[in-house]
């Protein structure tokens, strides 16, 4: 085999083995929450969920974006990026931990448990939003294994953490402070040595003007993203009645599997090749972003039809047959779940385009669709099937949409790109 017939090979063995520890990270992840489930009691289990939304929507939003806005930054304004987004970090976590603990005052239920679960929350935040941060920062770097170990060191230690919870400690607290280990250890896999020696940094305040755009516009459009991405689970109880939600939110759980076991997987290691093309390579970057579209929506047509098949023959014979409609469901819901499959992994590439307000308006439209949709259906304009497909193919056109500007965005790049510094072999970039 020749030189370069070998570095092709290291880079493909590499690159599967990055995607076989994110799928086995996912795995242990989902097999996790089946085991938990059963140790703890539903009350328990279910604030414990209801707090950890809560934590992983405000550990999501704290970095501001600013994370991102490093994956394309040069290398000084990177440094001082993720330093911004850890102190946001660090706040955003306090503030949550007081809040909760302010409004168990409120409502005088101020005791050891109470405190415990502020303080599990605030944890849980911060760690939340740490392994975020560094995770794009890596990202930016191409350590892509570094990445992949870390996401299964979080799932492996918090699962763990959370069994032993059920003996030591069985409230939501106890749930909250193993997942906060969890995502903690991940953190410390993600940290290095930062490679500022001799860098002369620019002031915070200069850096933070320049990227402004992503706290302006970037982070609120995650912050409706996340509540658009709920709503529908939300909504359905409201329009279409308890037993229809019911079908609908164990629908959506279902189909999200391919892309949590595999798109959601491949997410870093997707968007680092993009932002680097982005940062060293204009020209290059679209054709890295449409060959990994292409990639995706191959995978997602298989995956999703899949699981709508299984789905469709399996879920009343395991479930039940009350559970029939679940089948039904994912029929209708297919074109949403593969248009979530193929585009959300590269999603963040309008950003580091530098399209921010181009992200926030196309988030507000799309929750400002999925509103309109569930409310003709909560009016009685439609019924429950029309809903979910109106639904679906309004997401399914939204998603079109967004790679549409995503293409325009990425063409229009500047052909005189930052120079950075070239990684040393062709396997350097799979680290």
């Keep these: 085999m020749t030189t370069a017939g070998r570095l092709t090979a290291a880079v493909r063995n590499r690159r599967t083995a990055n995607i076989a520890v994110l799928v086995g990270a996912q795995t242990v992840n989902l097999g996790g929450v089946l085991v938990v489930t059963a140790l703890f009691a539903p009350a328990d289990f279910g604030r414990f969920a209801t707090l950890f939304a809560v934590a992983a929507m405000v550990g999501g939003a704290s970095p501001l974006r600013l ?41 005088g ?37 570094r990445v992949s170990g870390s996401k299964l060191l ?52 200069d850096v933070l003007h320049r990227h402004r ?67 060293t390579d204009a020209a290059l970057a679209l054709p890295t972003f449409m060959r990994a579209l292409r990639g995706l929506t191959a995978a997602g047509c298989v995956s999703v ?24 469901a994912l029929l209708l819901l297919s074109p ?5 499959f193929a585009v959300a992994p590269v999603s963040q590439s309008l950003n580091a385009a530098g399209r921010n307000a181009t992200q926030l308006v196309w988030d507000v439209a799309r929750l400002a669709a999925t509103a309109a949709v569930f409310g003709a259906a ?29 293409r325009a965005a990425l063409a229009g790049l500047p052909d005189a790109s930052r120079e950075e510094p070239a990684v040393a072999t062709a396997t350097a970039a799979y680290r």
Aim: aromatic fraction near 6%; hydrophobic fraction near 60%.
């Design 109 to 145: 239920q101020l005791d050891g448990r109470a405190l415990a679960e502020s303080a599990a929350l605030a944890a849980v935040t911060y760690a939340i939003a740490a392994a975020g941060t560094y995770t794009y920062a890596r990202v930016r770097e191409r350590r892509y294994m």
């Design 378 to 406: 909560a009016a009685g304009v439609i019924g429950y099937r029309a809903c979910l497909l109106w639904f679906s193919a309004v997401m399914a056109a939204a998603y079109a949409a967004h790679v549409a500007l995503t």
């Design 213 to 279: 755009a992503f706290m302006l516009a970037g982070a609120p459009a995650g912050i409706v993203s996340a509540v658009a991405v709920n709503l529908p689970v939300a909504a359905s109880g409201v329009a279409l009645g308890t037993v229809a939600a019911a079908d609908v939110a164990l629908a959506l759980r279902i189909g999200a599997l391919p892309s949590a076991l595999l798109g959601q997987a491949l997410m870093p290691l997707l968007l680092g090749e993009i932002t680097h093309r982005v940062r």
């Design 336 to 340: 949403f779940l593969l248009g979530q």
């Design 305 to 328: 039809a899949a699981v709508v098949a299984a789905g469709w023959w399996l879920i009343p014979v395991v479930l039940g047959e009350q559970w029939h409609g679940v089948g039904l």
């Design 67 to 107: 994370e991102v806005a490093a994956t394309t930054a040069t290398e000084a304004d990177a440094a001082q990026l993720i330093r911004a987004a850890m102190r946001s970090n660090l706040v955003a976590a306090a503030a949550t931990g007081i809040i909760a603990l302010t409004c168990h005052t409120v409502w």
């Design 154 to 205: 979080t799932a492996a230690v918090q699962v763990a953490g959370q069994v032993a919870a059920s003996v030591v400690m069985p409230t939501p607290a106890g749930l909250l402070a193993a997942a906060a280990v969890g995502y903690g250890a991940g953190t410390l896999l993600l940290l290095t040595t930062a490679p500022t020696g001799g860098m002369i940094l620019p002031p915070m305040r």
